[in-house]
């Protein structure tokens, strides 16, 4: 089993659209847990760090369940710069800051 | 500004050589990392180092050496040993006291050929 997984897609949306992603995780020590956006071809670039209470950032909304291991994120009202791949990542307890990084899930937003 | 830079941004390389990648930063991180990307899969760590003249393997050192003596700099260099080394290389840094809420920053990443 994958430690972080995440449904590839890709989601095709329209413009405005509300569109949830999904991911979960297989070890109850990790410690820390964020969603990277990645452009093609391009480095990943942090888009907002996950918290148990739940964070928003404007039209961005991440959501945490320890219990389920399961984090989501949330984008509202979609717009066509919001196509991107977006990367599940968690920190475990232990040395190294050491980051285990989902394979991405694939939104692209049309007119 | 403070950075993370890899140069180059593209190598290409023939069969049987060995290479090696820069990666710089001057964020005055403790912590540097370096990762590889294939087409459809996740990144990958290949070794990662917290302080200078130390460093430990990750999942997928086999092929792969670096060296870490300066704070700064963390080369990597893809030997003739690793069997698949076409790939896009991404260096990250964090701050090595626990704050990984703030993730890490990564390098513009070198994208390497062999050819």
């Known amino acids: 089993r994958k430690e972080v997984e995440q449904d590839p897609g890709p989601f095709n949306v329209p413009e405005g659209a509300t569109v949830a992603f999904n991911c979960t995780y297989s070890?109850?020590?990790?410690?820390?847990f964020f969603w990277y956006r990645q452009d093609c071809r391009k480095e990943p670039k942090l888009l907002m760090s996950?918290?148990?209470s739940g964070n928003e950032d404007g039209r961005f909304t991440a959501q945490l369940n320890r219990a389920s291991q399961y984090i989501s994120l949330l984008i509202r009202d979609s717009k066509l710069s919001d196509s991107a791949t977006y990367l599940c990542?968690?920190?475990?307890?232990?040395?190294?800051?050491?980051?285990?990084f989902g394979t991405g899930t694939q939104l692209k937003v049309e007119l | 500004d403070g950075g993370i830079t890899q140069s180059p941004k593209y190598l290409f390389r023939k069969e049987g050589q060995n290479v090696t990648l820069s990666c710089e930063q001057n964020l005055n991180h403790d912590a540097m990392y370096w990762y590889r990307q294939d087409p459809g899969q996740g990144l990958r760590l290949i070794y990662y180092s917290q302080i200078v003249n130390d460093f430990q393997k990750g999942d997928i050192a086999e092929g792969y050496s670096v060296s870490r003596e300066k704070k700064e700099s963390f080369p990597l260099t893809v030997t003739s040993a690793q069997k698949n080394p076409t790939a896009f290389y991404l260096c990250?840094?964090?701050?090595?006291?626990?704050?990984?809420?703030?993730?890490?920053?990564f390098g513009s990443g070198t994208r390497l050929t062999v050819v």
């Open positions: 990250a840094s964090n701050s090595a006291d626990g704050r990984a809420r703030n993730g890490y920053t």
């Open positions: 990542v968690v920190k475990l307890t232990g040395g190294g800051n050491k980051l285990t």
């Open positions: 070890n109850s020590a990790s410690q820390s």
């Open positions: 996950v918290y148990s």
